[in-house]
């Protein structure tokens, strides 16, 4: 079954820091994986997308990595803000038409 | 450019009422989705349509229908509304080109 795993559930960290955020997938075909932002109240927005052959890319202080040997894949959030709080979603593409496959979501807290 | 429009933000329905989301997208995508999404469980997949004239049942189809006449809109008819639809709905059109999925800005809906 094709699934999609995210941890932590939820994360809270200090303005400033660092954080990482985990996604391992089972789709297969796989065509794309991308990372998506929820704010509270928003519908989803797309911060980063990775195809099989990338393993980092960097949208200013969000870096996503992708292992498609593990079938993993990272979002790096670099000095952190108050406005990075927020769901970050993973979403993985397989073939064609076949529908999007989502994770859970990590929601991420950033505290003063 | 609008992207996706969802009406209403917010319905309030009685048990055994019927309503139409509507959703309306003005990039030229073939292919739109229904989602809901209930805390816990992010965002699952209700119906999908890759084109006016098809759609396909997704992972929670129950209770709900859709229709899709024209490429730009694809609304979603509850039949007979349960406590069990209380949750916020999101549309969502996906770019054949780069899979990126633009999202609405969601229904909150309450029944009662």
């Known amino acids: 079954k094709n699934q999609v795993e995210q941890s932590p559930q939820s994360l809270i960290i200090l303005e400033g820091k660092n954080c990482t955020l985990q996604?391992?997938?089972?789709?297969?075909?796989?065509?794309?994986l991308r990372w998506y932002k929820q704010d509270t109240g928003r519908g989803p927005v797309s911060l980063t997308i990775m195809t099989f052959s990338e393993n980092t890319k960097s949208n200013g202080r969000y870096t996503a990595t992708l292992d498609a040997d593990t079938k993993q894949s990272s979002l790096h959030i670099t000095a952190s803000q108050l406005s990075d709080s927020a769901s970050y979603i993973c979403v993985v593409s397989g073939s064609g038409n076949t529908p999007l496959v989502f994770g859970k979501g990590t929601r991420l807290s950033v505290i003063a | 450019n609008a992207g996706v429009t969802q009406t209403p933000k917010f319905q309030v329905l009685k048990t055994g009422q019927s309503m139409t989301l509507q959703c309306a997208q003005d990039?030229?995508?073939?292919?739109m989705s229904w989602y809901r999404q209930d805390p816990g469980m992010g965002l699952r997949l209700i119906h999908y349509s890759v084109g006016a004239g098809i759609t396909d049942q997704g992972e929670v189809p129950n209770g709900y229908n859709v229709s899709r006449s024209t490429t730009e809109d694809f609304p979603l008819r509850l039949l007979s509304a349960a406590p069990s639809q209380t949750s916020v709905y999101f549309c969502?059109?996906?770019?054949?080109?780069?899979?990126?999925?633009?999202f609405g800005q969601g229904t909150r809906l309450t029944v009662v």
């Open positions: 996604c391992n997938y089972t789709v297969s075909p796989f065509s794309n």
């Open positions: 969502a059109s996906t770019s054949p080109v780069s899979n990126e999925a633009f």
């Open positions: 990039m030229n995508h073939e292919y």
